[in-house]
């Protein structure tokens, strides 16, 4: 590492901090309305299972680029809401995140075999109960590797709110190239710090996979 | 071998179950009074195990009356849910709750349901471990049990909520042949001690011991219900006749 560029170890943590705890946040909201939206798709109201599908749809769909431009320039042309880079990356990585966590909440629920809902209704359980004891212990064990898989997603995502100012990893590194002039190296950093940061939310996912087996 | 009258704890009355235009169960009437063992017998789809599932109210029906303990059963109700509390459920292929340890499967409802303290529950559950004879498997996980003692930790569940009635949905017919006769040991034990029983199975033999009655159902209706010698012995329907000797002779 030149020693203009390693100058800037600083600026490449701060960086690297503010895109974890970003794409955390968003992994956390869209994990709260992936949960909702893919509790809805089971519901027995055709109303909210149609809301449901068309909120994952739309989401899933729309490129996470439209999106941040959508939520930092879209929202304030069209109802006057100015929001902050950082509340605009937020709710575009959050609508991302949360239509590919409400398909894998949904994948969840429904792995649990209809015997086991059969089982736990014999016992006299209301349904609140059922899902509390019985359902959801099991869809969260096969819920686990594809949020990993989710939040690695959104964490890569997350380089996009560089494009509407929001200083995070991918921002940084852009900013140290325009004043020192060196390209290569700045960004071969940047690139091994997201391997880093990705490849232990890999190991740290895997360790949970393991923790989680019935049968230890 | 109730003979005496006694008030039903179970009641069926022209009850109708249809999926769609496919009627399943066709007017079938049926009492059964504390105590008795009564053993359903019949070919592959003709409406065994739905019967017992519109008993505790897990499907609705199209027609007819459920009555468990002087109180309809009204599948999507409020009040099922204290009825199902007081039957027991057992289920072909188990159903245990893989999460859980064994013990924990037995625990569950008692204690969440009924609100009970984990500590006498526990205390009951290690009883009916031993009642089952698997006090030594009581911490082991379904996945680690073999199938005959996954269905008598399933029978242990069953019980731990201290049910008025205890139903089984083709208890051996997942099993190695060579842990059936376990399961059956404990329910012949549990008929013994005057449990009130509804049991879907093929074991003619079981039926001809530990039943009290035998019906045989077919084409979702009773075409004969009879005590279970006399079935075996001298079955009156030409339909009767043909499925006993097909399951007889093999």
Known sequence: MSPTVGAFWYVFLTGAAVTLWISWLALLLGGLVGVIVGMMRISKWVALRWLAVAYTEVFRSIPPL???????????????????????????????ASALMSEVVRAGIESVTHGQWQAAYSSGMRYDQVFRYVVWPQAIRVMLPPSIGVYISTLKDSSLASIIGYVELTKSGLLIRETTGISFEVLLIIAVMYFVINYSISLVGASLERKFKYVH | ????????????????KRYGAHVVIDGVDLDVVPG????????????????????????????GRITFEDQPVLARSRTVHAIRRRIGMIFQSFNLYPHLTALENVMLAPVKVLGESAKEVEERARGLFRKVRLEHRAHAFPSQLSGGEQQRVAIARALAMNPHLLMFDEPTSALDPETVGDVLTVMEELAL??????????????????GD???????????EDSPPEEMIANPRNLRTQQFLGSILHH
Request: hydrophobic residues 45%; proline residues 4%; contains cysteine.
């Open chain 2, 1 to 16: 071998m109730s003979t005496e009258p006694a008030s039903p704890v179970l009641r069926i009355e022209g009850l109708v």
């Open chain 2, 213 to 223: 009655r035998m019906i045989f159902m077919d084409g979702g209706k009773i075409v």
């Open chain 1, 66 to 96: 439209v999106l941040f431009f959508g939520c930092f320039y879209g929202l304030s042309y069209a109802l006057q809401l100015d929001l902050s880079p950082f509340a605009a990356a937020t709710v575009a990585l959050t609508a991302t």
């Open chain 2, 36 to 63: 008795q063992v009564v053993v359903i017998v019949g070919p592959s789809g003709t409406g065994k195990s739905t019967l017992l599932r519109c008993v505790n109210g897990l499907e609705d029906i199209q027609g």
């Open chain 2, 193 to 210: 001690e005057g449990r009130t029983m509804l049991v879907v199975t093929h074991e003619i033999g079981f039926a001809r011991h530990v």
